[in-house]
């Protein structure tokens, strides 16, 4: 499959794991990538092998989140999708919810509906992490919840990836987001990391709304 016009796709922690597996079946249907990494040289290959756009980018840091987005705004007139893959643990996490609000102004551009699509931390990833609870599921959860209550009545559609499945499901728009239990895992992590690139491929075909400039 296709795309009839290239979506404008930028992804977070596209130089390696389920980042980088989104951005080879994005690149073989044909989209406009933007590809984010705070791995310079493993950023620089894989822009070059799938003819990407790259953008360092640290997203535990504020400070280069918001040069990214003051780039992405000036040099792009909109994005149809993001991909928040990068960091591990609460980094994932924080990273995400900071990325995701730093580029609302340029997906709220688009003629049509833009996507917005988090990938959780998992495993070794919340096992391991400095600050456990800000790596958990339910963390994560919580703030693409608050996200969605965020941009509700907008163009703008909130959906959270699960590694252990490979399914991507739309947000609850939920201001509060609390209370909420624990979701159960569904497999080894790595075992659907295909079926979930092509379910958050397949999001973008076919669009309903003409290319944009």
């Known amino acids: 499959m296709r795309f009839d016009s290239a979506p404008r796709v930028l992804i977070t922690g596209a130089a390696g794991g389920v ?19 705070n791995d310079s040289k493993a950023l620089a290959s894989a822009s070059e092998a799938l003819g990407a756009v790259g953008r360092f980018c640290d997203v535990s840091s504020e400070a280069s989140v918001t040069v990214l987005a003051a780039d992405i705004m000036q040099a792009y ?7 928040n893959a990068a960091g591990g643990g609460y980094e994932r996490t924080l990273g995400m ?8 102004p340029v997906l709220r551009r ?11 931390p998992v495993g070794e990833e919340i096992d391991q992490a400095i600050f456990p609870y800000a790596s958990s599921d339910q963390a994560f959860r919580r703030l693409s919840s608050a ?16 590694l252990q499945s490979g399914q991507v499901a739309e947000v609850v728009p ?40």
């Open 19 to 37: 980042g980088r597996d989104c951005a080879n079946l994005l690149a073989q249907m044909g989209a406009e990538l933007i590809l984010c990494d």
């Open 174 to 213: 939920d201001p509060n987001a609390a209370n909420w239990p624990e979701e159960p895992t569904q497999g080894k992590v790595g075992d659907h990391l295909e079926a979930l690139a092509w379910n958050i491929a397949s999001l973008l075909s076919p669009r309903r709304h003409a290319r944009r400039a």
């Open 97 to 104: 919810y900071r990325v995701s609000r730093a580029l609302l």
């Open 147 to 162: 996200l969605a209550a965020e941009t509700r009545g907008t163009t703008i559609r909130v959906l959270n990836a699960s």
């Open 110 to 120: 688009g003629e049509g509906h833009s996507l917005l699509i988090n990938i959780p």
């Open 77 to 83: 007139p909109a994005l149809d999708m993001v991909i």
